[in-house]
């Protein structure tokens, strides 16, 4: 069965610096998709970036950025220039084309420091 | 315009009663999901149609039972509601596996508390 671990469930950054959450998961597939979601206080689900395994080119969204390592099944997310709107719970979540489930990870809850 | 909605967005409720929470998209897509997010923000699927037949149901009670009127709605009904089941649950909406870009679209949730 396919699985999401997120190692970090609390980070905390200073703002405007650089910070990095970590997501590894697990499947014998060689086409899915990958997803990072934002939870902000609010509760909804914003998607912030998505991945097609099969692109090896790292997906890039304004400051957010990812690091697609198919190999060693590795998709984390790096956040340049935090501001203080990107306090939130990220979501790392894994789409499987077989049974078409969506798994999320726990969870990282991200703080800015101002 | 709201993508994917459901309503209500708050629910308080004894145990033993029985509720349900509606979802609607207007996105045109075919498969639909339920989500329970328990306190610790962990979450869980429950439930997939795709064009209003079942395809994922997870290990949930019986007490559970979504029904889709046609794929443009999922609802959730829970019988003899327990303590448990205090959570927020989250109505989303996808396009097919292949097609589209992939991600779900979720609503805004609904929180529903059992005293």
């Known amino acids: 069965a396919q699985t999401v671990t997120q190692s970090q469930p609390e980070m905390s950054v200073q703002e405007a610096e650089t910070v990095t959450l970590s997501c590894t998961y697990d499947t014998s597939e060689s086409d899915y998709y990958l997803f990072w979601y934002k939870q902000p206080p609010s509760r909804q689900m914003i998607l912030v970036i998505r991945?097609?395994?099969?692109?090896?080119q790292n997906a890039t969204e304004n400051r957010f950025s990812v690091n697609f390592q198919k190999a060693a099944k590795s998709f984390s997310l790096k956040i340049s220039d935090s501001q203080l709107g990107d306090a939130a719970m990220y979501f790392c979540a894994y789409r499987s084309p077989g049974d078409d489930k969506i798994i999320f990870g726990k969870g990282t809850r991200l703080h800015i420091l101002p | 315009d709201t993508a994917v909605s459901q309503t209500p967005k708050y629910l308080v409720t004894q145990m033993g009663n029985d509720k349900s929470i509606k979802c609607e998209q207007n996105?045109?897509?075919?498969?639909m999901y339920w989500y329970k997010q328990d306190s610790k923000k962990f979450l869980k699927i429950m439930f997939s149609?795709?064009?209003?037949?079942?395809?994922i149901n997870e290990t949930v009670p019986n007490r559970f039972s979504p029904k889709s009127p046609d794929k443009a709605h999922l609802n959730l009904h829970i019988n003899s509601l327990e303590l448990g089941d205090s959570a927020v649950y989250f109505c989303?909406?996808?396009?097919?596996f292949g097609s589209g870009t992939g991600e779900l679209f979720f609503g805004e949730g609904s929180r529903l508390t059992v005293l």
């Open positions: 989303a909406s996808s396009q097919d």
């Open positions: 996105l045109g897509h075919d498969t």
């Open positions: 991945q097609e395994a099969y692109k090896q």
């Open positions: 149609y795709n064009n209003k037949e079942l395809i």
